[in-house]
């Protein structure tokens, strides 16, 4: 029984899991869904006993029966033929997604995490399901509007940060470019000029102890604290990675049963959790990212993150 991975086709984090699977003499067939249809195809058919069939590259082909696990892991999207006009190519790629990814989808196996799930995920469902779980989450305000903006900083005045409710960096310039969290100044809210033009996410700011990065994989928990040494990191640790120090830290019973139940709600078996630990050791949680990154937690703490990957695709 084979382990489909599908990813980009540079990915260390990928590479490291492969190569224990490999080693493992567990069967392995990585593709990037942008490989389809180029260099990715699909042969299936309904029966019965329900899709049957194979995915081929030039190389290699595995049946879909032959399948113990998917590992889902930030592939990227479908690269159909340039030479179609834009309305050719715009069907061409959703007819892709809703037919390989269709097919795909619907497979009785071990999904790390299945994209449907994944897709249910928005950061206002995470909080109100965290909430849900018993999970303490920061005072919120998703708006378009300056006046509620200021409304909210008021409540919590000098402690209001703006923060992505997607993703966490963007494509400009040729370059990617991070979405920090922001600390908003009283400079920020006299001019909101640009707040009306799309969704925002304002939070109450909670004073650090430190942070945590929790990963879940499975039943099995992994948790770091990191702790911040300058001004930048303190607001968002990813501003100044060379600031940060690391510790393995212990999940607290009520936190781990919220994050549990948090992780059933979803029917996901793999979550990158960021925590804040308040100086009186409350843990607030921020959000869950279901593809998020471990493999720099990992380095600096030993955690073993990917052989608990590892084993959850091998177990199927």
Not at 136 to 154: E, G, I, K, Y
Not at 275 to 301: H, R, S
Not at 306 to 311: S, T
Request: net charge negative; aromatic share 10%; with cysteine.
């Amino acid at each position: 029984m084979t382990v489909l991975v599908l990813a980009a086709d540079v990915d260390p984090t990928v590479d490291a899991v492969v190569e224990m699977l490999t080693r493992r003499g567990v069967p392995i067939f990585r593709c990037d869904t942008s490989w389809f249809p180029s260099r990715l195809s699909l042969d299936a058919e309904m029966t019965e006993a329900g899709w049957r069939g194979v995915v081929r590259t030039e190389h290699r082909t595995v049946a879909l029966e032959g399948l113990r696990s998917v590992w889902y892991r930030n592939p990227t999207t479908f690269a159909v033929s340039d030479r179609m006009s834009p309305a050719e190519r715009w069907h061409a790629t959703h007819e892709a997604k809703f037919g390989l990814g269709g097919v795909l989808w619907s497979l009785p196996v071990r999904w790390v995490n299945h994209p449907g799930r994944q897709a249910e995920m928005y950061k206002p469902m995470q909080l109100t399901v965290a909430q849900r779980c018993g999970i303490p989450v920061p005072a919120t305000l998703v708006t378009n509007q300056a006046d509620a903006v200021r409304r909210f900083a008021d409540h919590h005045p000098g402690h209001v940060v703006m923060k992505p409710l997607s993703f966490g960096s963007i494509l400009e310039e040729g370059c990617r470019k991070a979405l920090n969290t922001h600390l908003l100044s009283r400079a920020d809210l006299a001019d909101m000029r640009g707040v009306e033009t799309t969704a925002h996410q304002f939070q109450r700011f909670i004073d650090k102890a430190y942070e945590v990065r929790l990963t879940v994989v499975g039943e099995r928990m992994f948790a770091a604290a990191i702790t911040a040494h300058s001004e930048e990191a303190r607001i968002d640790f990813r501003a100044d990675y060379d600031a940060l120090t690391y510790k393995v830290e212990d999940v607290p019973g009520r936190v781990a049963d919220g994050v549990s139940a948090f992780m059933s709600h979803f029917g996901t078996v793999f979550g990158a959790f960021d925590f804040v630990v308040d100086p009186n050791g409350k843990w607030w949680m921020l959000e869950c990212n279901p593809a998020g990154q471990y493999g720099w937690i990992e380095g600096a703490t030993g955690l073993p993150i990917a052989p608990a990957l590892a084993d959850l695709l091998e177990k199927g």
